[in-house]
């Protein structure tokens, strides 16, 4: 990641509007971690249904992911509503692709 990157993604805040190049809203900023950051996506941008993610991630299992302790797990057919390990809110859970 280059110095310019970093310092635009050390400005940023959890539900932080994001605008691509043309200034169309992306959603807001979910999470930031060492890699860059999360975006939420609006509603309207729609969704891609589990079956189809698999195809976009190869041979990758989707999963998700707890921010707040790590834990890991098999998506049925949606997130859970908490994380079964620490307890976390649905809101801290997201989608992971795990090979």
Known sequence: MSQDEEALIANLEIGQEIYDEDGNE????RGLDDNGFYVLAR????????????????????????????EMGKIEDDLPDTCPSCGAQKEELYYWAED
């Open 43 to 70: 509603e309207e941008t729609g969704t891609v249904p589990l079956s189809k993610a698999r195809d976009i991630f190869g041979k990758a299992y989707v999963m998700w992911r707890c921010w707040e302790c790590g």
């Open 26 to 29: 992306l959603g807001t900023v």
